[in-house]
């Protein structure tokens, strides 16, 4: 069980839940789209912490987005405590 | 003369074996064919080889769809008259796909890109068509066996021109149409070319995406019957079964697994050659879309593939 900071949010996450399904049972406010790594909706920036990342559309996160650390929330599951913030922010 | 009908859809996705399974089991379309980086589907009420082509790609969202048309000259005549308009066309040679024999590929103003085609290898339902059952064998049916590929709906910043192109060019009727309260400007469009609410539609928004892919199925019972097996494969659901204002249709949304949107799409009303244009405004988009809700949701303006 890890725990994640997304802005003035903390929820916890397990390490075969991804980041937008856990933020969801605890109404965290991230932006839910497709939840499967296609729409780029729930894009954030991974300030701090380690993940593994699935399949996710280049149209939406580039290799730019990846080397920038960005990632589709849908598609991180986290293997320590992480911080991620809005990607635009 | 002209277009028959909507024929295909092809679907980029970004791991084709798991959308084969999703497109077989869940949606329960039957596999016809498949190429190196393609796999080929058709519902089992459709005759021709496919309706839907999976193509493996590094990113979501809808290469083209295609509308057959009634006889082999049309091509020419109707590229002519696309190239008037000031599209961008061009020709796809025989066999570019399995089963497909030439088609005319061209650019709408919103990016998106069209094919006409009229040759495709015709294989029949299980049922035939000399003293048919209605329905195939039970061990036929999988999933939500939905009769066919029913619509597209898509987004584009110049919904004008796009509506423009498919009265004037491909002779389609609008069923319906959103405009701002002032009624200045077109932001939805439902267009058809058979006898349903709409076999095509766009809706304001960025060029060149994908809204939904539609498939039919009988009525309001198998779109509860969809939500179930939906969630039971733990399928991503965006809005659970209700009503459109807009077409009268049963529906539910649900996600691909590459984020491409479906719908379970039943009943809605049926056109003809004197249907008027239905006029909704923006202020009454909310219901026109969900009829019971009444209010959009955020996802189904901004999830887009």
């Known amino acids: ?89 | 003369m002209g277009v028959i009908r909507l024929g295909r859809v092809e679907l980029r996705v970004m791991d084709l074996e798991k959308s084969v399974d999703y497109y077989t089991r869940i949606i329960g379309l039957e596999e016809t064919g498949r190429d190196e980086e393609r796999v080929y589907l058709k519902a089992w009420d459709e005759y021709d080889h496919h309706s839907v082509i999976l193509q493996q790609a590094d990113s979501a969202g809808m290469d083209h769809f295609g509308f057959k048309v009634k006889r082999l000259e049309d091509l020419d005549e109707l590229e002519k008259k696309a190239e008037y308009f000031g599209v961008f066309t061009n020709r796809l040679s025989y066999g570019t796909r399995l089963g497909e024999g030439q088609a005319v590929r061209l650019e709408l103003p919103t990016g998106h890109f069209v094919e006409l085609y009229h040759e495709i290898e015709h294989l029949g339902t299980p049922m035939g068509t000399l003293n048919p059952h209605p329905f195939p064998e039970p061990e036929i049916l999988r999933g939500i066996a939905p009769h066919r590929l029913d619509h597209v709906l898509l987004t584009g910043d110049d919904i004008e021109a796009v509506t423009r192109f498919f009265i004037d060019i491909l002779d389609f009727r609008q069923s319906e149409k959103i405009m701002t309260v002032d009624g200045e400007m077109m932001i939805g469009s439902f267009l058809f070319k058979t006898n349903t609410a709409h076999d095509v539609a766009f809706i304001k928004g960025p060029d060149a995406k994908l809204h939904h892919a539609a498939f039919f199925v009988d009525n309001w019972y198998d779109v509860l019957k969809a939500a179930d097996i939906l969630t039971r494969n733990e399928v991503p659901i965006e809005v659970t079964p209700t009503r459109h204002g807009i077409s009268r249709g049963e529906t539910i949304y649900f996600f691909d697994p590459s984020g491409n949107r479906n719908e379970a799409f039943a009943s809605g009303y049926m056109t003809y050659a004197d249907f008027p244009t239905i006029t909704w405004t923006e202020d009454k988009i909310g219901q026109g879309i969900f009829y019971h809700r009444r209010a959009l949701i955020e996802s189904f303006q901004k999830a887009l593939t």
């Open chain 1, 1 to 89: 069980m890890f725990t994640v900071k997304f802005m003035r949010h903390t929820y916890v996450c397990r390490p075969e839940e991804n980041l937008l399904e856990a933020a969801r049972k605890c109404h965290i406010p991230l932006p839910v789209g497709c939840c499967s790594g296609g729409c780029g909706m729930c894009k954030v920036k991974v300030v701090e912490g380690a993940f593994t990342l699935g399949i996710c559309s280049k149209a939406v996160l580039s290799e730019w987005d990846r080397e920038a650390n960005c990632v589709l929330a849908c598609k991180t599951y986290p293997s320590s405590d992480m911080e991620v913030t809005l990607e635009s922010i």
